[in-house]
């Protein structure tokens, strides 16, 4: 299985922007990149998905490296609201199963 | 509209009882996974069904563990002789075949004494 590496935490200063790194080398030409952030005692939540260009949505906006061996997760302006742990994953459909295989994540601590 | 919604949303057991946790996913999603998140982890993937039935089980870690989706829409995560080993937070999601985006319930938090 394709693993995705992030660093154990980062902080950001609040309305300043955050750029959450992922490494994937070894990620397949059909996995797809997510991140999903989970919030204090609350289930993951889906942020943004890519496959091999740049995203943006209301929420934030991945860029993908062009080897695709890494992404950058992109909050515009960090709120207080935005202090979570983000997940990096690759989407995993091997034989129509669509489960996403989570690491530890970054815990984003956003200072006010 | 409403979103997935687990119940309870805490259980206490007893080593050696038998849980049953509830999954209600949203309206017309034909998708629905289990996960389970021990402390300071990220969620661990169990099952997956589409439809009614289990389409992928790898992730069940022994057969004390089952789950069912009768008629394709609620699921319940049954546990058989419940170890303290089991205790972490049960994770369901849905989504709509095809689509990537998971919608993730509150969980149930499963303490065994």
């Known amino acids: 299985d394709a693993k995705t590496t992030q660093p154990n935490s980062m902080e950001s200063n609040e309305e300043e922007p955050v750029h959450l790194p992922c490494n994937h080398s070894t990620i397949s030409g059909t996995d797809y990149i997510h991140w999903y952030r989970q919030l204090p005692s609350q289930g993951p939540e889906y942020v943004i998905h890519g496959l091999t260009s740049n995203v943006n949505n209301r929420m934030a906006s991945l860029a993908i490296a062009e080897d695709r061996k890494s992404s950058t997760l992109i909050l515009h302006r960090a709120t207080l609201r935005d202090a979570a742990v983000y997940y990096c994953?690759?989407?995993?459909?091997?034989?129509?199963?669509?489960?996403?295989?989570f690491g530890k994540g970054t815990k984003l601590t956003v200072n006010p | 509209g409403a979103g997935v919604s687990q119940t309870p949303s805490n259980k206490v057991t007893e080593k050696g009882k038998y849980v049953e946790l509830r999954c209600d996913p949203i309206s017309g999603h034909t998708a629905l996974y289990w996960y389970r998140q021990s402390l300071g982890q990220g969620p661990e993937f169990l099952i997956y069904f589409q439809g009614t039935g289990a389409a992928d089980d790898s992730g069940l870690p022994n057969d004390r563990f089952f789950a069912v989706r009768p008629e394709g829409s609620v699921s319940t995560l049954k546990i058989q002789r419940t170890e303290r080993g089991d205790s972490a937070v049960y994770l369901c999601a849905s989504s709509l075949i095809g689509y990537n985006e998971q919608f993730f319930g509150p969980g149930t938090r499963l303490t065994v004494l």
């Open positions: 994953i690759l989407n995993l459909a091997q034989g129509g199963s669509e489960k996403l295989v």
